[in-house]
């Protein structure tokens, strides 16, 4: 049973590495642009699915992804969409947080 569960893990991290090349800041707030380019290169698919789950951001369009602002929830790289910002999204150079133009 130690053996499934430590080849589970090894698959998920595989598969976490294969999907974009630097893993979003364990706790920071990045926006949807900066996760799309380098070095991150997350994919639109996976922004997607992150905005899909957070009920308080509304249906969005593609072009949108890059003025949504995203939670890095672990050290792998997972993100969870935060907020869409409607009057941008401002990106801060390395580690620092993102934030929503107000
Ligand atoms: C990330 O994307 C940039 C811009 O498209 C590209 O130059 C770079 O090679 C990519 N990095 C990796 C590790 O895929
Ligand atoms: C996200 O939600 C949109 C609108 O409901 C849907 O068209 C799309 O297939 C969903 N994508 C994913 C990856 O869940």
């Known amino acids: ?8 893990v090894g698959l998920f991290l595989a598969g976490v590495q294969a999907q974009q090349a630097a893993n ?7 926006c949807g642009s900066a996760l799309l380019g380098a070095p991150y290169n997350y994919t639109t698919a996976q922004l997607v ?7 308080s951001i509304p249906i969005i369009t593609v072009a949108q992804l ?3 602002l995203f ?10 969409g935060n907020a869409y910002c409607f009057a ?7 580690v620092r947080n993102d934030q929503c133009i107000v």
């Open 49 to 55: 699915a992150a905005v899909n789950d957070t009920a």
């Open 24 to 30: 979003c800041d364990y706790l920071s707030l990045k």
């Open 88 to 94: 941008g999204c401002d990106t801060k150079a390395g």
């Open 66 to 68: 890059s003025e949504t």
């Open 1 to 8: 049973m130690l053996g499934k569960l430590i080849l589970s």
């Open 71 to 80: 939670h890095c929830t672990d050290i792998l790289g997972a993100i969870t």
